[in-house]
């Protein structure tokens, strides 16, 4: 604070009146001043305007904030000495900025930008009332950043992108309160991967992606707590093949070319196959073979002998590798004991024996199934065998099955009798007959299940019930075409019979069907059956589906017939087909009796397809054909594809057929004779 001596000769030249008291007042006013840092309040005359009295201090307060920089040190004036001057009342002295009214106080504070606590440094400031923002009287510490209100402290860190705890070097960074994400102040060890908290230490393993522990070369690689899935510290040695774990340089190999788990000669251990044949040994591959190229001969045959081939032998089975002899067989499961004359397949323990003393082909009592024959009169039972002879001692009298078939139209009515003399007149024997069921008038032999209604006649003509069905309906007409089908070894295959309408209809059409012996016999060459088909509107064609019985005795190719009966809106065109069932037995020669004109057919077995399987075409050899000849291909379920006629063949001939417009697959080939007889093939298509 400014000191202002005031000079007594001035008080004593302006002051006129008690100037003694007046220079004791100000003398008092000088001493106060200097004690307490004010103006002292000066007596002064009246300045020439004829007055007296006290005149103010003078102080600068340029600013005007309360805050005064001096006094003014010349003589007392009751005018302001200039701009910035204004008498003294309670103004502080001392203003660090007397040009800025609102800062008067200096001091020296600390840098603090962000207002965290923490100081870029001190720095002497003229400030006002208040502290102003980015400074502090006080400080926690040095500011590494005075930017950031969120970090002060300075550090070298560990860098830990992955927080897996190993470091990928270090870094000074300005952080806050904590250690910021992807550093760390401690580490495991040095980081090969800080993107992969999973991997973090690096080696040079082996490359073992069978894990049967031979490497296939060596890999540096960044891995995590365990060595990973085809990698490894160890090895016993190269590997040829990593993709396989039974593949390596201790492989061990044994021929086993049949692939029936016994080998022949010694193992071989190396890492490649020796050759043709060879595999990797395992428990189940047991040395031995003695033909290793036959899976079905080995050192656990069991050998029976089965000379007649019927699925029974006799005697004990041999376990050895090579046959025992002539007529000896693998034994499997449908090879059964006990066989008593292993020289003809038709005796072994299965066989069903009858009594049959007259060989009428009826038996008496009830079969017995034995390897032996149970007595005199006895015989093995087949197909033609039935049961119920009345006489067992008389070939022609036998158990019979009458029908009345009073108008002889090939169907009865009632229900059969079974007994040995013919119930009356009009009853039938229909033992080598085929006589059907279902006559609705049996004196009159044009009506009868399957005959034409006559309209306008008020007979139910086709006895189904109706009278004169299917009249009003014009242009729907139905017919069914004939079919033929191999016979087949055993089991039964399916005879589908096409039906067709001439359009297609508007409203459902049905018609009923029934099947027919012809030289086929129900039961034992094919399934009888019966039913209805239905046609719904806009559909032309349906199946009959037939069972046909496979058997494997050489015979003429054999029919029977599907006829149809009873439409309904439509009529029946073409209502009987043939259904003829392929000798593929071999060749047979076929008797013929007076009723067959005595005439004998050979049905030859000279028919070649060169080659079989055929790709693009193939040929068929005829040998002993003589005249006109039908070959004709049908696809296996027996729909023809393709005639050809040729006229003419001599005794060797060959047809070459063009198979472009054939499909994979097998078919059939039908070779008929100008004598009417035929023979069927299996020719296979491979494209």
């Known amino acids: 604070?400014?000191?202002?001596?005031?000079?007594?000769?001035?008080?004593?030249?302006?002051?006129?009146?008690?100037?003694?008291?007046?220079?004791?007042?100000?003398?008092?006013?000088?001493?106060?001043?200097?004690?307490?840092?004010?103006?002292?309040?000066?007596?002064?005359?009246?300045?020439?305007?004829?007055?007296?009295?006290?005149?103010?201090?003078?102080?600068?307060?340029?600013?005007?904030?309360?805050?005064?920089?001096?006094?003014?040190?010349?003589?007392?004036?009751?005018?302001?000495?200039?701009?910035g001057w204004v008498a003294f009342t309670n103004q502080q002295p001392g203003d660090c900025d007397d040009n800025n009214p609102n800062v008067w106080q200096s001091a020296s504070l600390y840098v603090d930008n962000d207002g965290d606590g923490y100081n870029n440094g001190q720095?002497?400031?003229?400030?006002?009332?208040?502290?102003?923002?980015?400074?502090?009287?006080?400080?926690?510490?040095?500011?590494?950043?005075?930017?950031?209100?969120?970090?002060?402290?300075?550090?070298?860190?560990?860098?830990?992108?992955?927080?897996?705890?190993?470091?990928?070097?270090?870094?000074?960074?300005?952080?806050?309160?904590?250690?910021?994400?992807?550093?760390?102040?401690?580490?495991?060890?040095?980081d090969c991967d800080d993107n992969n908290p999973n991997a973090w230490q690096s080696a040079s393993l082996y490359v073992d992606n069978d894990g049967d522990g031979y490497n296939n070369g060596q890999q540096t690689i960044c891995y995590g707590a365990s060595v990973p899935a085809g990698y490894s510290t160890t090895t016993n040695g190269t590997d040829c093949d990593d993709n396989n774990p039974s593949i390596n340089t201790a492989t061990v190999w044994v021929l086993d070319a049949d692939g029936d788990n016994y080998y022949s000669g010694d193992p071989v251990t190396q890492c490649t196959s020796p050759g043709a044949g060879y595999i990797v040994k395992t428990d189940q591959e047991q040395p031995g073979d003695c033909n290793d190229n036959d899976a079905s001969v080995n050192p656990t045959n069991l050998w029976v002998l089965d000379h007649?081939?019927?699925?029974?032998?006799?005697?004990?089975?041999?376990?050895?590798?090579?046959?025992?002899?002539?007529?000896?067989?693998?034994?499997?499961?449908?090879?059964?004991?006990?066989?008593?004359?292993?020289?003809?397949?038709?005796?072994?323990?299965?066989?069903?024996?009858?009594?049959?003393?007259?060989?009428?082909?009826?038996y008496s009592g009830d079969p017995l199934t034995q390897c032996t024959s149970p007595g005199?009169?006895?015989?093995?039972?087949?197909?033609?065998?039935?049961p119920g002879d009345c006489n067992d001692n008389d070939a022609s009298v036998y158990t019979i099955t009458w029908v009345l078939d009073a108008d002889n139209d090939g169907y009865y009515s009632g229900s059969p009798v079974t007994q040995c003399t013919s119930p009356g007149a009009g009853w039938i024997n229909i033992a080598g007959k085929t006589v059907l069921p279902g006559d609705c008038i049996?004196?009159?032999?044009?009506?009868?299940?399957?005959?034409?209604?006559?309209?306008?006649?008020?007979?139910?003509?086709?006895?189904?019930?109706?009278?004169?069905?299917?009249?009003?309906?014009?242009?729907?007409?139905?017919?069914?075409?004939?079919?033929?089908?191999?016979?087949?070894?055993?089991?039964?295959?399916?005879?589908?019979?096409?039906?067709?309408?001439?359009?297609?209809?508007?409203?459902l059409i049905t018609v009923n069907y029934t099947t027919q012996d012809g030289t086929a016999t129900a039961g034992s060459d094919y399934t009888a059956q019966s039913g209805t088909i239905n046609f719904q509107p806009g559909v032309k064609a349906a199946v009959i589906s037939i069972q046909v019985q496979g058997d494997k005795t050489p015979e003429p190719n054999e029919t029977f017939k599907v006829l149809l009966s009873n439409p309904v809106n439509a009529?029946?065109?073409?209502?009987?087909?043939?259904?003829?069932?392929?000798n593929d037995d071999g060749t047979a020669t076929i008797a013929k009796t007076d009723e067959m004109s005595k005439e004998t057919i050979l049905i030859p077995k000279n028919i070649r397809l060169l080659p079989n399987p055929a790709h693009q075409n193939f040929t068929v050899a005829l040998t002993?054909?003589?005249?006109?000849?039908?070959?004709?291909?049908?696809?296996?379920?027996?729909?023809?594809?393709?005639?050809?006629?040729?006229?003419?063949?001599?005794?060797?001939?060959?047809?070459?057929?063009?198979?472009?417009?054939?499909?994979s697959g097998v078919y059939l080939v039908t070779v008929r004779g100008r004598e009417g007889d035929s023979k069927t093939l299996k020719l296979v298509v491979v494209k």
């Open 1 to 83: 604070m400014r000191k202002i001596y005031l000079l007594p000769v001035l008080l004593l030249l302006i002051c006129s009146k008690n100037a003694f008291a007046q220079s004791d007042s100000n003398a008092t006013s000088a001493n106060t001043f200097k004690a307490s840092g004010k103006p002292p309040v000066i007596c002064c005359g009246d300045g020439g305007g004829g007055g007296g009295g006290d005149c103010p201090s003078w102080v600068f307060d340029g600013d005007n904030d309360g805050h005064y920089t001096s006094v003014y040190p010349n003589n007392p004036t009751c005018t302001p000495p200039g701009a």
């Open 123 to 190: 720095q002497t400031i003229c400030y006002g009332a208040s502290v102003p923002s980015g400074y502090s009287t006080t400080t926690n510490g040095t500011d590494c950043d005075d930017n950031n209100p969120n970090v002060w402290q300075s550090a070298s860190l560990y860098i830990d992108n992955d927080g897996d705890g190993y470091n990928n070097g270090q870094q000074t960074i300005c952080y806050g309160a904590s250690v910021p994400a992807g550093y760390s102040t401690t580490t495991n060890g040095t």
């Open 308 to 362: 007649d081939n019927d699925g029974y032998y006799s005697g004990d089975p041999v376990a050895q590798c090579t046959s025992p002899g002539t007529g000896y067989v693998v034994k499997t499961d449908q090879e059964q004991p006990g066989d008593c004359n292993d020289n003809d397949a038709s005796i072994n323990p299965a066989t069903i024996w009858v009594l049959d003393g007259d060989g009428d082909n009826y």
């Open 376 to 386: 005199a009169g006895y015989v093995v039972k087949t197909d033609q065998e039935q």
């Open 442 to 507: 049996d004196n009159n032999p044009a009506v009868h299940p399957g005959a034409v209604e006559i309209c306008g006649n008020g007979i139910d003509d086709n006895c189904n019930g109706k009278t004169d069905e299917g009249c009003a309906v014009k242009g729907v007409q139905i017919y069914i075409l004939n079919k033929s089908i191999l016979e087949g070894k055993r089991n039964t295959r399916l005879m589908k019979f096409q039906v067709k309408l001439n359009k297609k209809p508007e409203n």
């Open 571 to 582: 009529s029946i065109s073409g209502g009987a087909a043939t259904g003829t069932i392929v």
């Open 624 to 663: 002993g054909y003589a005249g006109n000849v039908i070959i004709e291909i049908s696809s296996f379920d027996g729909r023809q594809l393709q005639q050809i006629k040729i006229p003419a063949v001599t005794s060797e001939y060959t047809q070459q057929i063009d198979l472009a417009k054939y499909t």
